[in-house]
């Protein structure tokens, strides 16, 4: 029979590889008491308060794109048609964000359904509706810009930031996701992400090195990197048709 090596200590062994390994820092969920001591920390918050008043649960499984971007065109009081069943008021919702004519040109609600949207998808369908919507791809940005996109675009109101990313990344299960990035807090190097797929993951305060890794994996769809899209209002941009609000009291 032949011998075969023991180690005299393998619990040991284990041991020593498991702390070698790195590990990934856990996300922070926003409602637990460190999250929220964060969120009270941070400096560059200038979007949280706008997002979180639109904060909308996304209506399906592929329509985390839909509800990000319904959520920054209202956070950013972009003119909107009316909603069936609320008379005069007038909002965007994840069905009326495909009622824009130029947007059933980019992407239609059939297509999203069935496999979400590209980065190139979500940037055309907010520019649609009268916004700049820049996609920049993850490859794009090394590790410093990332981290200076995040400081500048959070810090100030007037604009917002949708992350496209691969939630496993992130240690999280699942595969590519769209959600509004809200605030940044510089001392633990952390993003808080508001996750739409509220039904599934809370909102999570992740560090930007687990984001930037993340937004870096390829999209199959598109067969390019995910990404981020930066949005804010063009400057005496003209109102898409049917969503200047009618006259009078509303």
């Known amino acids: 029979m032949p011998s075969r090596s023991i180690l005299p200590f393998p619990g040991l062994v284990l041991l020593s590889l498991a702390l070698a390994a790195p590990l990934r820092a856990a ?25 979180a008043e639109q904060f909308l649960t996304q209506a399906n499984l592929a329509y985390c794109g839909v509800a990000s971007a319904a959520m920054v065109l209202n956070s950013l ?6 909603v069936p069943g609320y008379g005069r008021y007038r909002f965007w919702t ?10 059933r040109t980019v992407v239609s609600a059939e297509v999203v359904r069935r496999q979400g949207m590209t980065l190139a998808e979500l940037a ?13 791809h993850g490859d794009q940005l090394s590790l410093e810009q990332f981290r200076a996109l995040l400081r500048a675009n959070l810090s100030q109101p007037g604009d917002r930031l949708l992350a496209n990313y ?16 809200a605030a940044f807090h510089a001392p633990s190097d952390r993003v808080l992400i508001l996750d739409v797929a509220r039904y ?9 090195a687990d984001l930037w890794k993340a937004i870096r994996t390829v999209d199959s769809t598109s067969g390019r990197s995910r990404g981020l899209v930066t949005i804010r209002q063009a400057p ?6 049917e969503t200047v609000p009618p006259p009078g009291p509303s």
């Open 77 to 82: 009081a972009v003119p909107a048609p009316a």
């Open 124 to 136: 055309g369908l907010l520019e649609a509706h009268g916004v700049t919507a820049e996609a920049i």
């Open 236 to 241: 005496g941009a003209t109102p898409p048709p």
């Open 166 to 181: 691969l939630r496993p990344a992130l240690g999280q299960a699942g595969g590519g996701h769209i959600a509004p990035l």
């Open 27 to 51: 996300p922070i969920p926003l409602m637990e008491p460190a999250g929220m001591e964060l969120l009270v920390a941070s400096r560059e918050r200038a979007d949280y308060g706008p997002l």
């Open 200 to 208: 599934r993951y809370p909102s999570v305060w992740v560090p930007v």
């Open 94 to 103: 994840q069905e009326n964000v495909f009622e824009v004519p130029a947007g």
